[in-house]
């Protein structure tokens, strides 16, 4: 019979040759990864200056005009701040303060140590349904001392007002010394940023 009756053989040792092909696999895929994580990585720089986070807001991308947005009073109380992609400075701790495409609640009395409610509603709620939201903080003046937090997806309760839903990400924070707090929030293409006073425990102080 001709050779090319019977298949053709690897001459090398039977798990040689998918040994090499299982290798270079596992090299293209170690090195999608890396490159993965350092795209993921500079896109999560935590900011440390007001001027650093509105720096990332000028090239954070956004939603289209078509896409829905929600209410951001829906029967509750009136919210403070603005639509700019500028850090809000929450001094008189309002109800509500809103910086770019968010409006957080619950920024009042914040204290070291101590867990605190804080409500984050997007302004494209319904299209972040399944989108995680990124909670970065540095407190000024301190680079060291950073928190990360992410919140896997919005829950979503009609509105005090009864006429539509209010999508929103719970969370708790727990601010770990006093002082000045840089917070940027961050889903899909939604971004806020907040300046957060965070005062000492009664009688103590924390601050380094």
Same mark, same amino acid.
């Given at each position: 019979?001709?050779?090319?009756?019977?298949?053709?053989?690897?001459?090398?040792?039977?798990?040689?040759?998918?040994?090499?092909?299982?290798?270079?696999?596992?090299?293209?895929?170690?090195?999608?990864?890396?490159?993965?994580?350092?795209?993921?990585?500079?896109?999560?720089?935590? +900011?440390?200056?007001?001027?650093?986070?509105?720096?990332?807001?000028?090239?954070?991308?956004?939603?289209?005009?078509?896409?829905?947005?929600?209410?951001?009073?829906?029967?509750?109380?009136?919210?403070?701040?603005? +639509?700019?992609?500028?850090?809000?400075?929450?001094?008189?701790?309002?109800?509500?303060?809103?910086?770019?495409?968010?409006?957080?609640?619950?920024?009042?009395?914040?204290?070291?140590?101590?867990?605190?409610?804080?409500?984050?509603?997007?302004?494209?709620?319904?299209?972040? +349904?399944?989108?995680?939201?990124?909670?970065?903080?540095?407190?000024?003046?301190?680079?060291?001392?950073?928190?990360?937090?992410?919140?896997?997806?919005?829950?979503?309760?009609?509105?005090?007002?009864?006429?539509?839903?209010?999508?929103?990400?719970?969370?708790?924070?727990?601010?770990?010394?006093?002082?000045?707090?840089?917070?940027?929030?961050?889903?899909?293409?939604?971004?806020?940023?907040?300046?957060?006073?965070? +005062?000492?425990?009664?009688?103590?102080?924390?601050?380094?």
């Amino acid at each position: 019979m001709s050779g090319g009756d019977h298949p053709v053989h690897d001459s090398r040792p039977l798990g040689e040759g998918g040994e090499e092909m299982r290798m270079q696999r596992f090299s293209l895929a170690v090195a999608s990864l890396l490159l993965v994580a350092s795209q993921v990585a500079h896109g999560q720089v935590i +900011a440390s200056t007001i001027g650093e986070a509105e720096s990332e807001a000028a090239h954070f991308p956004t939603f289209a005009e078509s896409v829905a947005v929600q209410s951001f009073n829906g029967g509750y109380a009136p919210v403070h701040g603005n +639509a700019d992609r500028r850090c809000s400075q929450v001094v008189a701790a309002p109800a509500s303060a809103r910086s770019g495409e968010f409006v957080a609640r619950g920024l009042q009395n914040l204290e070291v140590g101590k867990e605190h409610k804080i409500l984050w509603l997007p302004l494209h709620g319904r299209a972040l +349904a399944e989108t995680p939201m990124l909670l970065r903080a540095d407190r000024i003046g301190h680079p060291a001392d950073s928190l990360r937090i992410t919140e896997p997806r919005p829950a979503h309760t009609p509105g005090r007002d009864r006429t539509a839903w209010m999508y929103g990400y719970p969370s708790l924070v727990a601010f770990p010394d006093a002082g000045q707090w840089l917070v940027v929030a961050t889903a899909g293409s939604d971004w806020g940023c907040y300046v957060l006073d965070v +005062a000492p425990v009664q009688g103590h102080n924390h601050s380094r």
